[in-house]
C-alpha cells in the first residue's frame, strides 16, 4: 500500500489497532508500520508515542526495523517517515504523526488525537479518526523511517 492510499483508506476514520476501545496516535503509527512498511511484527510497545524516540535504542525490534533520525533543523523529515513529538503541558505522552509533506515553514502529516479520544470516551461521545493537519517544527524531536533490507 502507498502513503496516499493509506491516508485515503483510514482519513475520517477511526484506527484503533490494539483493539482496546482507545483511538490513539500510536494505532494509526502502527497500522502504518503494518500496512505500507510491511512489517509482520511491531517494535515493542511504548508507554507514550515519544518512547519511539527516546527509547529506539533500548526496543530491539524497532532498532531491527528502523532508523531513528534526531531532528536538528538542518534536514527535513522525508515524505513517508514517522514524525514524534515530545510531550507538552496537555499531553505528557508525546505525539506520532505520519509526514505528508515538510517544507521550511512546518509540516503536514496525517494523524490521529488519542487525547481527545481519549476525552470522548470518558465523557460518552464519538471519537474523532484521523486527519489531516499541520504542526510547527517545535516539539519535533526526530523521525522513524524503515530500513531497506540490506540494513535489516
Known sequence: MTLQEFISKYKGKTVDWDKNGSCQCVDLAR?????????????????????????????????????????????LPPVGSLLVFKSSGTNKDGHIAVCIEATASGMEVLEQDGVANAKAIKEGREQKGAYIGCWNYDRLVGWLTKKDKEEC
Open 31 to 75: 497500522t502504518y508500520m503494518h500496512d505500507v512498511w510491511g512489517f509482520t511484527k511491531q517494535p515493542e510497545c511504548v508507554d507514550g508515542a515519544a518512547d519511539f524516540f527516546f527509547k529506539h535504542n533500548s526496543r530491539p525490534i524497532q532498532k531491527e526495523l528502523c532508523r531513528c533520525i534526531p531532528y536538528t533543523g538542518a534536514v
